[in-house]
C-alpha cells in the first residue's frame, strides 16, 4: 500500500487562496511561496515523495504563531510546524498542502539557572548552538541526534541519540512546554520544580506528538553538569552477536555507560575510509564512561573484562579529549559515510527498538534478513537502550527496489514489535510507520484519535501523520 493511500488530506483550495492573501500582508518578506523554499519544507531526507506546503511563515514571537494558527483555524488550512526538517518519516510533509512554519527565526535563549541546573529556549535553538551557549557553565544538554536538530523539533519527536542510555530522552529532559494550540490559544505545560504531581502531564502529551496537537514555542530543559572525567574507546568483536551479548551484560550489570554503540562490520568498513579510523573492520562498540577519574578507569576496565568473555578486545580506551572527539564525529556522521557504499543510492534509516534481553536475537535475525535479500544495510545501534538503525541503500527509481526494501522495513518492525518492542525507538511515526501503530498498540490508538479530535476538532495541526485514516 502507498504511503499516500494510508494518510489522504483533502486540499482545501478557497481556504488555502485566503490564509495566503492574509498572511502575505502580515509578515511581508517573513512569509515565502517560491517553489524552492516550498520544497525544502517539506520531506527531503528519505524515498518518502515530497509533499511541498503552499506557502512558508517565519514567525518571530509566540504571538506571531498565534496569529498564523488563527488564521489557518478561520479557514480550515493544515499548519505543519518545521525545526531544521532533519525527521525521516515524512514528518514535514503537507499532504493537503497549507502553510509550513518555520521557527527558526525563534532562536533565543530566554533563560539559563546554572543553580537550578535548567534552561529555557525558544524552538528554533538548535542542539548545538545551545551547548556552545552553555559552554562557559561547566553545563550541558545531553541529547544528540546524529543531526544538529532544532529543540522544538526534538521534543515533537522524543528524539534520542547515543547519550539517551545514561541521560534519558527528551520525554525525561523537558520540565515544561509552551505551545500555540489548535484554537490559536497558549497553554503552558508546568514550572521549573524537577517533579511534579499536578494534574494531567501534558508536557508529555505534547512531547512526540509531531505538531500534531500544537506548535511548541517555549521549552524548559534539564541541564547537566559536564562530568569531571571521561573516557571512551572501541572494542572490536569477532561477531555482531558476541558484541550485542556483551552489550546486554554491560546494562545487566549495571555497569553506568554514558554511551554504547554497535557499529557492524560494514558500517565500519564505511566509517574506516570516511572518518580515517584505524580500526578492524569487525562488528565494534564505541564505548563511553562518565564520572570521577578513578571511577571511569574502573568502569573502563570492568568494561573490558566482559568484552574479553565474549571473545571481544582489545579495548583500547582514552581520556584525551581530542582522541574521543574524533571517534564520536566519525560515529555522528555514520548516516554520511554509509552513504559512500552505494554513491547515488538514497539511505533508508529504520529505528526499531527492543528489550535489552531480545537485543542480539533481534540484531542478528535482521543481519541474516538483509543477506538472504542482498541488501547493503549497514547497522549502527543506540545498543544500550536496545534501539538500532539499519539503514538500508536503495535506488530510489527502481520501482522493486523500493517494494523489496519496503517488505523488509515491515518485517524488521513486527518482529521488533513481536519482541515486545517499537517500530520507532526514537525516529517517530510521521507518514512512514503508521502502517505499524495499530499492531504496536492496538486499541490506544482510538484513545489518541479521542484526544487529537478533542484538541484540533477541524484537523489543521499536521494532518495525515501518525494517525491511520478512519
Ligand atoms: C543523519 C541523521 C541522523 C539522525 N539521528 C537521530 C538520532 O540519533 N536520534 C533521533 O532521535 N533522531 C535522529 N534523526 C532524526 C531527526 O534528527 C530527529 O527526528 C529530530 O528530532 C528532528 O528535529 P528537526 O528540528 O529536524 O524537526 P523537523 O524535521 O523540522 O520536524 C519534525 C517533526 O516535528 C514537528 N515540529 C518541529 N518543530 C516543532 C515545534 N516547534 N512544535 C511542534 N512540532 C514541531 C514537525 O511538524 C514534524 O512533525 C536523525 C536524522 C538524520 C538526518
New binding site residues.
Partial sequence: MALSDLNPVERNEEGIAAVLGILKQRLGERFQTGQAIRTQHAHT?TYIPTQAPDGVAFPETTAEVQEIVSACAAHRVPV?????????EG??NAPGGGISVD?SRMNRILAVNPQDLDCTVE?GVTREDLNRHLRDTGLFFPI????N??L??????R????NAVRYGTMRENVLSLT?VMADGETVTTGKRAKKSSAGYDLTRLLIG???TL????ELTLKLQGIPQAISGGVCPFPSVEAACNAVIATVQMGIPVARIELVNALQMRAMKSYSKLDYPESPCLFVEFHGSDAGVAEQAETFGTIAEEYGGGPFLWTSVAEERTKLWKARHDA??SSLTLRPGAKGL?TDVCVPISRFAECVTQTEADIAEMGLIAPIVG?AGDGNFHVLVLMDVDDPKEIAATEGFVARLNMRAIGMDGTCTG???I?QGKIGFLRHELGHSVDIMRTIKRALDPLDIM?PG?ILPAD
Fill in positions: 531526507t505543519i510546524a518545521f525545526g531544521v526538517g532533519s525527521s525521516l514528518h514535514t521557527t524552538p544528540d541526534p546524529g543531526a536538530a532544532s522544538g523539533g526534538m521534543a515533537a519527536t528524539a534520542s541519540g547515543t505551545a506528538s509531531e505538531g500544537g506548535i511548541i514555542t548516516y554520511w534509516s543506540h526514537e525516529h517517530g510521521g499536521n501523520k
